[in-house]
Structure formats: structure tokens, C-alpha cells
């Protein structure tokens, strides 16, 4: 079973920073495989990056992923209001298929 | 645009079996799509809890031994979750959402999601 660490935990930073979290898979897994999603309170996770740095429609290209088999990244350059949330990593396997989430990175107004 | 509304019981007794609906509108269950739940605990992460694609092929998370069962019925363009056994660990927000697959690929993403339903066990 594939277990994947997100980090940190929290990320406090200020609007128009730079945010780098962190998504590591507990062995080498296919870039094809890794999504990224992003939540707000109360409200139902958005889907930003599949494929492993493939914007979904409709995301703005300040959101990029990156990585490979086992270190996969989500950057934000330039975080506005609206994107304090938390964020997700996600695999896919197909044997068994299973989709396994991270725990989540918050992402805080410093 | 496709949307998806959860539907059902808020509040299921321990032991008993928990049921939700997801209606779609502006797509169809019969398209190339698969059809997935995930719910989420309270303050907690996610959890996948399996999909289904039109032609009621089927795949469960391993974890919640054997207690799920997910159904479609195209003619009312609607998915079903049935959780048997519950206790108060399957308290959580219950999300259907769409994967998108399109040419006989899919991004393993989840595209388009409802908007939830909270289901107590108690």
C-alpha cells in the first residue's frame, strides 16, 4: 500500500509569497497517477493539477506541480487571499485500483 | 455543466446501513466517465470510498471491508453508496464526484464534485 507524507504540516506565509508544498509517496509511483486539490471550509475539494502538473480547467497558472517518482511538488507563485486553504496530493493505483489521499497541508494567512 | 447532488439520510443508527444518492444533470452517467464517493471525518482528511462506471463495474476501497456496495441507475442518470454496519467512524461529509476519462484515458483526477452531505451515526 502506498502511503503519501505531505508537508509541512502548516505553511504560514503572506499574501504574494511563494509557496512550496510537498508530496511524498512511500515508494516510486507514476506521474500520471498524482492529482493535487485544493479546500476550502466548507466547501467541496477543487481538483487543480492531474497527471502530476497538468492545470484542470479553469486554474490559474500560478498553481504548477512538478516531481517524479517519489517527491512530487505544488507551487503557488504568488499566493492571493483567495488561495489560503488546504491542499491534498492524491494517488491512483489499479492493482487493486485504489486512490489513497495525503493528509493535507494548510495553507495560513502569516 | 455537469452537476452532482448528494442525497439522503443525515442521521443512521450503529449497525445499520447508511444510503446516499448522487443525481447528475448535464452529463450523462452513461458517458465515459467513472463515478466515485469520498467522504471526509470531521476535521479530517479524505477517504475514497470506491466508484463505478456505467456498466456497473465496480472498485472498493480494500479498507472498508467489504461494507460498500455502489450502484447506478442510468435511467434516472443517478449513482447509489451503501455502507453496511456502520459505526460512529463512518461519521463524515459524503462528496460523489465525477473522474474524468475521455478517448479511453482517464486523468484519475476528480473533476467535478457535489457539494457534500453529512451523515451522523448515532
Known amino acids: 500500500e502506498i502511503v503519501l507524507t505531505q508537508s509541512p504540516g502548516t505553511l504560514s506565509l503572506s499574501p504574494g509569497e511563494r509557496a512550496t508544498l510537498s508530496c511524498r509517496a512511500s515508494?516510486?509511483?507514476?506521474?500520471?497517477?498524482i492529482a493535487w486539490y485544493q479546500q476550502k471550509p466548507g466547501q467541496a475539494p477543487r481538483l487543480l493539477i492531474y497527471?502530476?502538473?497538468t492545470r484542470a480547467t479553469g486554474i490559474p497558472d500560478r498553481f504548477s506541480g512538478s516531481g517524479s517518482g517519489t517527491d512530487f511538488t505544488l507551487t503557488i507563485s504568488r499566493l492571493e487571499p483567495e488561495d489560503f486553504a488546504v491542499y491534498y496530493c492524491?494517488?491512483?493505483?489499479?492493482?487493486?485500483?485504489?486512490?489513497?489521499f495525503g493528509q493535507g497541508t494548510k495553507v495560513e494567512i502569516k | 455543466q455537469l452537476q452532482l447532488q448528494e442525497s439522503g439520510p443525515g442521521l443512521v443508527k450503529p449497525s445499520g446501513t447508511l444510503s446516499l444518492t448522487c443525481a447528475a444533470s448535464g452529463d450523462s452517467i452513461s458517458s465515459t466517465h467513472w463515478w466515485s464517493w469520498v467522504r471526509q471525518p470531521p476535521g479530517k482528511g479524505l477517504e475514497w470510498i470506491g466508484e463505478?462506471?456505467?456498466?456497473?463495474?465496480?472498485n472498493y476501497n480494500p479498507s472498508l471491508n467489504n461494507r460498500v456496495t455502489i450502484s447506478v441507475d442510468t435511467s434516472k442518470n443517478q449513482f447509489s453508496l451503501r455502507l453496511s454496519s456502520v459505526t460512529a467512524a463512518d461519521t463524515a461529509f459524503y462528496y460523489c464526484?465525477?473522474?474524468?476519462?475521455?478517448?479511453?484515458?482517464?486523468?484519475?483526477?476528480?473533476?467535478?464534485w457535489g457539494q457534500g452531505t453529512t451523515v451522523t451515526v448515532s
Open positions: 497527471g502530476a502538473s
Open positions: 515508494q516510486s509511483v507514476s506521474n500520471i497517477h
Open positions: 464526484a465525477r473522474i474524468y476519462c475521455g478517448g479511453g484515458i482517464c486523468n484519475y483526477g476528480k473533476d467535478v
Open positions: 463505478i462506471f456505467h456498466t456497473g463495474r465496480t
Open positions: 492524491q494517488h491512483y493505483t489499479d492493482l487493486p485500483v485504489t486512490y489513497t
